[in-house]
């Protein structure tokens, strides 16, 4: 049914930027919170970036002030603008809608993100 498809990842330069996107299909995109997490090589998966339905944006504070999450619900898309990129910044990015009624939550595929130094 849900499905959400992550695109956008690759491998950059420290310093450089990147933008992901995720779009969703089969969902009313608009009233959901979305989600980007990642997961590095041998670490737990981490929230990264949260935009509520109302626009609202939180961030983890290791990309305070570099990432930017937006929404584009004409679209039903998430984006995560990723800038000044480090080399602690490589690891699979996971686009998540979570539906709180149901404690259920849909993932993307993942798409890989690599910060050379």
């Known amino acids: 049914q849900v499905q959400l498809v992550e695109s956008g990842g690759g491998l950059v330069q420290a310093g450089g930027s990147l933008r992901l996107s995720c779009a969703a299909s089969r969902i009313d995109f608009r009233v959901y919170t979305m989600d980007w997490y990642r997961q590095a090589p041998g670490a737990q998966r981490e929230l990264v970036a949260s935009v509520t339905a109302g626009g609202r944006t939180n961030y983890a504070d290791s990309v305070k002030g570099r990432f930017t999450i937006s929404r584009d619900n004409a679209k039903s898309t998430v984006y995560l603008q990723m800038n000044s990129l480090k080399p602690e910044d490589t690891a699979i990015y996971y686009c998540?809608?979570?539906?709180?009624?149901?404690?259920?939550?849909?993932w993307g595929q993942g798409t890989q993100v690599t910060v050379s130094s």
């Open positions: 998540r809608l979570f539906v709180v009624t149901a404690a259920f939550a849909y």
